[in-house]
């Protein structure tokens, strides 16, 4: 016969999974902020600022790969049904896919900020660039 000790008994606390999406997120978050203040930080005025950003634009197209991964992981958890004891379940659940929504929400708000940032510096840098040799083929021209 088999007997149970009373540290091994129901005390009524319930164990409820959560969503966690928060956890998934914050690294990528992290890496994006990071990235950002690089960007912000170059001037499309110096010529080397285009060989910065072009490495900045290498970077971004891993963390691009890396942030639909997360995005469609975070809507599989949100979708996917958690059974669990009534009210309880279904409160904590709504609370979690609450936090799941907004953490994903601030990704996604975080992501578009990178990804105008970039494409606004590349494009500045690139014209800026064209500025530079055009003023240096009209120097070449006239010295000639």
């Known amino acids: 016969m088999v007997t149970m000790s009373n540290t091994n008994k129901i005390n009524g606390s319930i164990c409820v999974p959560t969503l966690n999406i928060e956890n998934k997120i914050q690294p990528l978050l992290e890496n994006i902020e990071y990235i950002t203040k690089m960007t912000e930080n170059i001037c499309i005025l110096c010529p080397i600022g285009l060989f910065k950003l072009q490495k900045i634009c290498k970077q971004k197209i891993h963390i691009t790969q890396e942030y639909y991964k997360t995005i469609n992981e975070c809507y599989n958890l949100l979708v996917s049904s958690v059974k669990g004891p009534g009210f309880v379940m279904a409160f904590t659940q709504a609370w979690s896919t609450a936090k799941g929504l ?27 660039l064209s500025l530079y040799l055009g003023i240096f083929s009209i120097l070449l021209s006239i010295f000639k």
């Open 102 to 128: 907004s953490a994903i929400i601030k990704l996604q708000e975080t992501w578009r900020t990178l990804d105008t940032l970039v494409d606004r510096k590349y494009t500045y840098s690139i014209a800026v």
